[in-house]
C-alpha cells in the first residue's frame, strides 16, 4: 500500500512528528490512534477495490506510521519494514539486478556489507568499498555496471562524514542511483531526500523508537517508480511489521526532537570529555572542530548526533576491560534509546568484518549517549576509564 506524507507537512518537525497520519478517531474521538491487530478484513463484494484486505498487503496502524514517517522525511513515500536490514533488502532487491555494480563505504554497518556480500553477491550483485569521503576515491570505484551508492553519514562506527549533496551529484551524473542510511543523524538533524538522495532508510529500532523495546526499518523516496517497486517487495516478500510494533515505533517518534536535542548535548559533553582524556587515543565525534567531516556537518546536519567512538589508548585488552566497568552505559549492542550503551565494536556489531580489510580498529569503543543526567554519565565514564 503506497502511504504519502499529508497536507501537515508545512507545519514544523515537532509538530508533524505528533500529527501526521495521527488525527483524532473520527467515530470515538480518540487522540491516539487504533492499534489495529486483525489480519484480514471483511470485503464488502467479491474481487472490489478496499483499502484493507490483508494485514501483510496494508494495516491502519501500519499507513499511519508510514504517513508519520514520510512528513519527517520530507517524502511522498515510505514504506515500513520489520527490521532495517529488511528495509535495506528491500531497497537493494528494488534497484538492482545480476550484474549490477554497488559501491559502499568502508566503514559500512557490519550487517549492511554482511546483506551485500553474503545474500546479494551470490545473485550475481558485485560489490566495491571505498571511501566515501573524496569524489577521488569514489571515482577511483566507479565501473560501468555501477547502478547504486550507498552513504552512512555519520557512519557506524567510525561516525564518517559524506558529502550527501555532492555525492548525489556525481552519481546522478553517472545514471545511478544514491540510498542514504540515515539511522544515525534521524530526520530531525538530517534529510538526505532534500539534499539529493533517492532513497533514505532507518532501523526504526534505533532512535525513532528510542526505547530499546521494538524492532523495526523504514525506506522512503520521492521517486514514484522506485516506491512501486519497494511497495511491491513489501507486499511479496512480507517482511512487515506488526501492529504493535508499529503503535511503539510512531509513539516513540513523537518525541525525537526531544530527546535529539538531549542526546546531542550530552553526546557533545562526552566527547570533549574524551577528547582530552589521557586514556583516549583518538575520539570520534562530527561535533569535534578537528573531526575532518565537521565543517560538511554543520552544513548538513542541525546537531551532531548522539553516538561517540574512541579508540582506547591500551589497545584491545584494555578496552574490552573497560566496556566491562561501566555502571550507567550498559554492554550491549544497539543504539538510540533513552539509557547510554557501551560496546566494543569489533567482537559485537561488527564481527562480521573481523576476518576482512574492514576490520574495526580492535581498540575502538562505541557508545550510544543516552539523556541521563551528564554528570552521572561522566563520572560512569571516568571510574571505567580508571580500572
Not at 559533553?269 to 573531526?291: E, F, I, N, Q, W
Amino acid at each position: 500500500m503506497t502511504t504519502t506524507s499529508d497536507s501537515s507537512d508545512h507545519d514544523g518537525f515537532e509538530t508533524r512528528a505528533i500529527h501526521a497520519g495521527q488525527d483524532p478517531d473520527a467515530e470515538t474521538g480518540s487522540v491516539v490512534p487504533a492499534v489495529h491487530l486483525a489480519s484480514t478484513f471483511r470485503q464488502r463484494v467479491v474481487g472490489g477495490e478496499q483499502a484493507y484486505e490483508y494485514a501483510r498487503s496494508g494495516n491502519p496502524t501500519r499507513a499511519s506510521l508510514e504517513q508519520q514517517m514520510a512528513s519527517l522525511e520530507g517524502a511522498a513515500h515510505a514504506y515500513a519494514f520489520a527490521s532495517g536490514l529488511a528495509a535495506e533488502d528491500a531497497v537493494l532487491r528494488a534497484l538492482l539486478t545480476a550484474g549490477d555494480h554497488v559501491i559502499l563505504p568502508l566503514d559500512a554497518y557490519g550487517g549492511t556489507f554482511r546483506l551485500v556480500d553474503n545474500v546479494h553477491k551470490p545473485a550475481g550483485i558485485d560489490s566495491t568499498t571505498t571511501d566515501l569521503a573524496t569524489e577521488e576515491s569514489l571515482a577511483a570505484a566507479w565501473r560501468d555496471e555501477t547502478r547504486l551508492v550507498w552513504v552512512e553519514t555519520p557512519s557506524n562506527p567510525s561516525l564518517s562524514i559524506v558529502d550527501i549533496a555532492a555525492t548525489a551529484a556525481f552519481v546522478h551524473g553517472r545514471g545511478a542511483v544514491l540510498v542514504v542510511d540515515n539511522t544515525f543523524a534521524t530526520p530531525f538533524l538530517q534529510n538526505p531526500l532534500a539534499l539529493g538522495a533517492d532513497v533514505v532508510v532507518h532501523s526504526t529500532t534505533k532512535y525513532l523508537g528510542g526505547h530499546s523495546d521494538v524492532v523495526g526499518g523504514l525506506a522512503a523516496t520521492n521517486d514514484p517508480d522506485i516506491a512501486a517497486r519497494i511497495a511491491f517487495l513489501q507486499n511479496a516478500t512480507g517482511a512487515v511489521p506488526g501492529p504493535w510494533d508499529c503503535y511503539l515505533i510512531q509513539r516513540g517518534a513523537k518525541t525525537l526532537a526531544l530527546r535529539m536535542e538531549r542526546h546531542c548535548a550530552n553526546a557533545g559533553v562526552v566527547a570533549g570529555y574524551l577528547h582530552s582524556h589521557v586514556r583516549v587515543a583518538k575520539t570520534y565525534y562530527p561535533g569535534l572542530t578537528d573531526h575532518p567531516g565537521h565543517g560538511i556537518a554543520v552544513r548538513q546536519m542541525r546537531g551532531f548526533g548522539g553516538i561517540v567512538s574512541f579508540l582506547h589508548a591500551g589497545g584491545e585488552t584494555d578496552a574490552l576491560a573497560m566496556v566491562a566497568r561501566t555502571r550507567l552505559f550498559t554492554l550491549a549492542e544497539s543504539l538510540g534509546a533513552v539509557e547510554s550503551l557501551i560496546e566494543h565494536p569489533g567482537r559485537m556489531t561488527h564481527a562480521v568484518l573481523a576476518q576482512s580489510s574492514l576490520a574495526v580498529d580492535p581498540s575502538l569503543i562505541r557508545l550510544s549517549v543516552g539523556i541521563e543526567s551528564i554528570d552521572d554519565l561522566l563520572e560512569d565514564l571516568d571510574a571505567a576509564l580508571r580500572g
